[in-house]
C-alpha cells in the first residue's frame, strides 16, 4: 500500500532486502543501497522502515550515498564544467540515476558544492524528471508499478563482487535471479601461507 519503504531482514544464510515497488525508481535504487548498508554494517538487526531519513539512518545514507555515486567518477564527470549547481547534479542524476536530493548530498560530502549551495538547491524542489528535462537531458523511465528490473550498474558491482571472491556466487546468482553457472570464476586469492613462503621452513620445528 506505499506505506513503507523498505526493509532488511538478515538471516543464517544471507538475508532478503525488499523496496517499495510503488517508488519511483530513483527512490527505490536508494531504498535497495540504504538497507543494503544496514545489512553490511548492522549485522543481524531487522529493519523495516516506513521513512529511510530517521536520525539513526545515517549510516546506512552515507552507505547508500558512496554506493550509488562513486567519488572519483563523479569528479572526473564534472571536470572543467562550469560550477553551475544545477547542472552539476543534473549530470550526476544523469550519470548514476539518482534523485537530485541524493546527487546534491552525496556532491556536498565529497566537498563539490558547499552546504549553503545544497541548502539552497534543495529549497528548489526539484525532481528527477524535471532536473533532467531542464538540462535537455532524457530521464529514464519509471518500471510500471510492482515490476522489478535490476539497474546494469547494480548487476556490474554484483558481478564484480563474485569475480573477486567478495560475494559467493550463490549469493550472486541469488540476487541477479540467474543461474550460478552464468556468472563469472571467482579469481583466486592470494594465500599468505601459500608454497613460496613455506620453502625457507626448517623440516622440523623441533
Request: contains cysteine; proline residues 8%; negative net charge.
Amino acid at each position: 500500500d506505499g506505506s513503507l519503504e523498505g526493509m532488511d531482514r538478515p538471516t543464517e544464510i544471507g538475508g532478503y532486502i525488499f523496496g517499495n515497488s510503488q517508488a519511483v525508481s530513483v527512490r527505490q535504487r536508494f531504498t535497495a543501497a540504504h538497507e543494503l548498508g544496514h545489512h553490511r554494517l548492522h549485522g543481524t538487526t531487522t529493519f523495516v522502515e516506513s521513512v529511510i531519513d530517521a536520525p539513526d539512518d545515517w549510516e546506512a545514507n552515507r552507505f547508500a550515498e558512496a554506493f550509488l555515486v562513486d567519488p572519483t567518477g563523479v569528479r572526473r564527470l564534472l571536470a572543467g564544467l562550469e560550477h553551475d549547481v544545477v547542472s552539476m547534479i543534473a549530470r550526476t542524476c544523469d550519470e548514476y540515476w539518482v534523485s537530485p536530493s541524493a546527487a546534491g548530498i552525496a556532491m556536498k560530502r565529497f566537498g563539490l558544492i558547499s552546504e549553503p549551495e545544497l541548502a539552497s538547491f534543495l529549497a528548489e524542489g526539484w525532481t528527477y524528471a524535471s532536473i533532467l528535462s531542464a538540462n535537455g537531458l532524457r530521464p529514464r523511465p519509471d518500471a510500471e508499478p510492482g515490476a522489478t528490473a535490476l539497474p546494469g550498474q547494480f548487476r556490474d558491482r554484483v558481478l564484480r563482487l563474485v569475480e573477486l571472491g567478495q560475494l559467493s556466487p550463490e549469493r550472486g546468482g541469488a540476487m541477479l535471479e540467474v543461474e550460478v553457472e552464468s556468472l563469472p570464476p571467482v579469481a583466486p586469492s592470494p594465500d599468505p601461507l601459500g608454497p613460496a613462503l613455506l620453502d625457507d621452513l626448517p623440516e622440523s620445528l623441533d
